[in-house]
């Protein structure tokens, strides 16, 4: 008896996503599905290029069809398209070109918020996102030293047309002055700096734009608020007690502007010695998991301090470029990786809330 589409489907029903908690056919991500006598081929388009149970995935869905009589071969492409969360309900116009914008920030400086930011968006397009990095921070910004990048922003006539390295788009202040001019400027300049960065850059299919936000509760993030929908926020912490006091004070900050934590990470958590390998909690030890279930916060995960992540930074070649096997980047991109799943599952839940419930 030949192999129906029917029967296909039903068996791959019984492949669910761990993060949406639905299977792989009621999502919608079977795609293409063909028979040829006992051949079976079909394509499983996620949510995300950088699942982290994409070949979970896709060994499961393999396996439930070629368990079916009359079955020989399964053929699975594995494909992704990113959704966009989209926040209708705040009234913030998107952007063009960018389905997710997601806030990068601090409590306080210090923390290594920066190169978190430029790591998680390299992580991010090594796993085959389409990712953008916006430089927010307007008086430190230290994004085109992370990444090595010397230029000056340049004009399609009508926008302005961002930097590349390392597969991102890339947009900083540093690229508009020399590298000993202060900004000084009033909250009003920088709201309109702001919104030239997001309306006035060409940016192009973006999945994912991550802003490496400035330190503190201050007026770039109620500007960032203001001017767009954004995703979410991850916040950077260190495992110190003065670390967390302002990192609750900036997970409070980005719920009151209507911006969900999409995570806390929790950085220079501990220092492995390179002569004996001995772990030292030089800024405590912890903290930032437990401050992230206090609040109801993912916990994304713990980065410790490794000496190479500095150099990386110093000599404009990311971590995850530069060792992606170490244990510091495999924890970036693991972190990288959450980033994306729960980003998806804000994406999942807003289709599941009719349009006339949207307030």
């Known amino acids: ?46 949510t995300t290029p950088a699942c982290p149970v994409k070949d979970l995935l896709r060994d499961q869905a393999r396996s439930v069809v070629l368990a079916l009589p009359g079955v ?15 926040r ?14 997601i806030a990068v920030g601090a409590g306080k400086g210090g923390v290594g918020k920066t190169t978190l930011s430029v790591n998680l968006a390299v992580a991010l397009a090594r796993r085959g996102s389409r990712v953008a990095l916006l430089d927010g921070d307007m008086y430190g910004p230290n994004v085109p030293i992370m990444l090595g990048l010397k230029t000056q922003l340049e004009t399609d006539g009508t926008k302005i047309m961002p930097a590349e390295r390392y597969g991102l788009q890339v ?10 001019a202060p900004v000084i400027w009033r909250g009003p300049m920088l709201h309109g700096a702001i ?3 997001f309306r006035d850059v060409q940016w ?31 916040l950077v912490t260190t495992p110190q007690l003065v670390s967390l006091a302002d990192t609750r004070r900036a997970v409070a900050m980005y719920r009151k502007l209507n911006i969900p934590p999409v995570g ?17 909690d030089i800024f405590g030890k912890g903290g930032g998991e437990r401050l992230a279930t206090e609040m109801s916060v993912p916990f994304l995960g713990s980065i410790p301090l490794y000496e190479p992540i500095r150099a990386g930074s110093d000599a404009g070649v990311p971590i995850v470029e530069s060792d992606p096997d170490s244990a ?19 994406a999942h839940a807003r289709r599941a809330i009719p349009l006339t419930e949207v307030r």
């Open 88 to 101: 209708p309900e705040l009234g913030r116009a998107p952007v063009e070109g960018v389905k997710n914008i």
């Open 264 to 280: 806390l990470i929790e950085n220079m958590s501990y220092f492995a010695c390179p002569g004996c390998g001995q772990e030292s």
């Open 171 to 180: 947009v900083s202040m540093g690229f508009l002055t020399q590298d000993d």
């Open 195 to 197: 919104q030239q960065f």
């Open 72 to 86: 020989s071969r399964v053929d699975v492409e594995m494909t992704a398209q990113v959704r966009a969360v989209g």
């Open 204 to 234: 192009r299919d973006v999945d994912y734009l991550i802003v490496d936000m400035p330190p503190g509760t201050g007026d770039v993030a109620l500007s960032l608020s203001q001017t767009v929908p954004v995703a979410g926020a991850v």
């Open 328 to 346: 510091p980047a495999r924890a970036i991109i693991s972190a990288a990786e959450r980033i994306a799943a729960q980003i998806s599952i804000s």
């Open 1 to 46: 008896m030949p192999v129906t589409e029917a029967a296909v489907l039903d068996a791959l029903r019984a492949v669910k996503d761990p993060d949406l908690h639905k299977d792989i056919v009621a999502l919608g991500f079977v795609k293409n599905l063909k028979i040829a006598d006992t051949h079976i081929a079909f394509t499983v388009e996620l």
